[in-house]
């Protein structure tokens, strides 16, 4: 069975902090993983990225501030988020390189809404 289930968002001040997990099935997690989030009005993108070894890989607008981690015997995923910004609001998923196919369609889970706003 398939299930991915996001949590930890909220609303957070400029400069702050926040911790995401996801819950993971074990029939998808040994594989590399990824935390993508998408913005009214934007496509979704992908934040961070990790290999089932630990690799990790960042786009330039989240490096040194987002820390992408997995614990594999408890099938989840974090996302450490410092130094949030406006532009950091979003709702953020996770999910597999490349996403779960269900069919013709794409699986996503609920998300998780993350406001950074004064």
């Known amino acids: 069975q398939v299930r991915l289930v996001e949590s930890g968002g909220g609303l957070v001040q400029p400069g702050g902090s926040l911790r995401l997990s996801c819950a993971a099935s074990g029939s998808i997690f040994s594989i590399a993983m990824a935390w993508y989030r998408q913005a009214p009005g934007n496509q979704r993108e992908l934040v961070a990225s990790?290999?089932?070894?630990?690799?990790?890989n960042y786009p330039d607008s989240v490096k040194g501030r987002f820390t992408i981690s997995r614990d594999n015997a408890k099938n989840t995923l974090y996302l450490q988020m410092n130094s949030l910004k406006p532009e950091d609001t979003a709702v953020y998923y996770c999910?597999?390189?490349?996403?779960?196919?269900?069919?013709?369609?794409?699986?996503w889970g609920q998300g998780t809404q993350v406001t950074v706003s004064s």
């Open positions: 999910n597999k390189i490349p996403p779960i196919r269900l069919g013709f369609s794409e699986y």
């Open positions: 990790i290999t089932s070894r630990g690799i990790t």
